[in-house]
């Protein structure tokens, strides 16, 4: 939902659905996983799937009007500016079957929706294949959650959903290049994070980035930096040329194992914090670092042959951002974050990862 939410406020808003009716869960928090997810979790050792029982139960039980329709796709791709440019564009597996997992908890012994009068409407979409989407809607459930909703009505929502998800990433990136600007302007540094977008959640990111921001550090997210030809040539040019990349979007460099949106984001965007001076730090975060979440490999053996240290880490990305380290060492001016006294690194307890860039 975080980074397809406005997708979905587009397309129910095209089918008629006043936006004052579309409820979203709030943000994630020990209250809420206490009061509506308690004796509802399911068997996952995942953290922010586990966090979605207190979500569902919020809806369930939390309202002050009684919903109709809980809506939870099982989303199995995701629209990614790499798309096109890598193998696929795939969600977590864990949290594309999360709906028929946690729904688990809310059937065990009766079933909780039925009972409150709402219909579970949970269809699996293809959201990096749009022709499908229509069709996956309409037969998914939605077909018998609007009554007479037909395929038309439905194809043409879809496409007001991509235009709004389009036109809000277009304005972010527009936003980040703003701020991108300013930081070359006034020679300021800025942070990247480096995460998969459910990180946004404060329950689930803990406002960290938020914290960094409260210093003066403007902070860019990787899923919205700016993708403008001009900026990209500039970063990836010599490696396009050196026939290293075959686009400023290709990690096979780093990462030819380029199946999930997510991952192949965060490898992305250390590439980038490695070129782009104004990027001083980047802001890994990460929940458990699960399989899906730790993009081991070559970079690990790579940075051995090389003769540096790596400090235990074995990600690819890790690598990109020593990288750019290197090229700073070479030469090139990039304005400097002073995270740490006595190095370049930092990891703290809650999964969080800072390392100059
Ligand atoms: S990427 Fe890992 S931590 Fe994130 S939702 Fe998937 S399984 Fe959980």
Not at 97 to 104: D, F, L, R, V
Not at 120 to 144: I, N
Not at 183 to 195: I, N
């Amino acid at each position: 939902m975080w980074s397809t939410h406005q997708f979905w406020c587009g397309l129910f808003g095209a089918l008629g659905i006043d936006r004052r009716n579309l409820v979203f869960s709030g943000d994630t928090s020990e209250e809420q996983g206490r009061q509506f997810g308690k004796g509802r979790g399911t068997v996952d050792c995942c953290y922010p799937v586990k966090c979605i029982a207190g979500h569902y139960g919020e809806l369930v039980f939390g309202q002050r009007e009684k919903l109709d329709i809980v809506f939870s796709p099982m989303i199995y791709t995701v629209p990614s500016m790499l798309s096109g440019h890598v193998a696929r564009t795939l969600t977590c597996p864990r949290v594309m079957a999360a709906p028929e997992n946690i729904k688990g908890g809310f059937i065990k012994e009766r079933d909780v929706f039925a009972e409150q009068g709402i219909r579970y409407v949970t269809p699996f979409v293809s959201l990096d294949e749009p022709k499908l989407v229509a069709k996956q809607l309409f037969e998914g459930g939605l077909r018998e959650a609007i009554p007479g909703l037909t395929h038309a009505e439905m194809a043409r929502a879809v496409e007001e959903g991509f235009r709004a998800l389009r036109s809000f990433a277009e304005g972010l990136r527009k936003k980040s290049r703003e701020v991108l600007e300013w930081c070359a302007r006034e020679e300021r540094p800025c942070l990247l994070v480096l995460a998969r977008p459910y990180h946004m959640d404060p329950g689930i990111g803990h406002e960290i980035e938020g914290d960094l921001q409260a210093y003066g550090y403007p902070v860019l997210w990787t899923q919205y930096f700016p993708t403008d030809p001009d900026l990209l040539e500039w970063a990836f040019g010599e490696d396009l040329r050196a026939g290293i990349i075959k686009s400023p979007f290709d990690i096979h460099d780093v990462w030819p194992s380029s199946y999930s949106a997510n991952t192949n984001e965060i490898l992305w965007g250390a590439k980038v914090a490695a070129r782009i001076p104004w990027v001083a730090c980047v802001v890994r975060l990460s929940s458990y670092e699960c399989g899906m979440d730790q993009p081991p490999g070559p970079g690990l053996h790579q940075a051995r042959r090389l003769g540096e240290d790596p400090r235990g880490d074995d990600h690819a990305l890790s690598r990109e951002v020593r990288r750019g380290h290197h090229r700073e060492e070479e030469g090139r001016d990039a304005a400097r974050l002073p995270i740490a006294d006595d190095g370049n690194y930092v990891t703290t307890g809650s999964g969080l990862t800072i390392q100059q860039a």
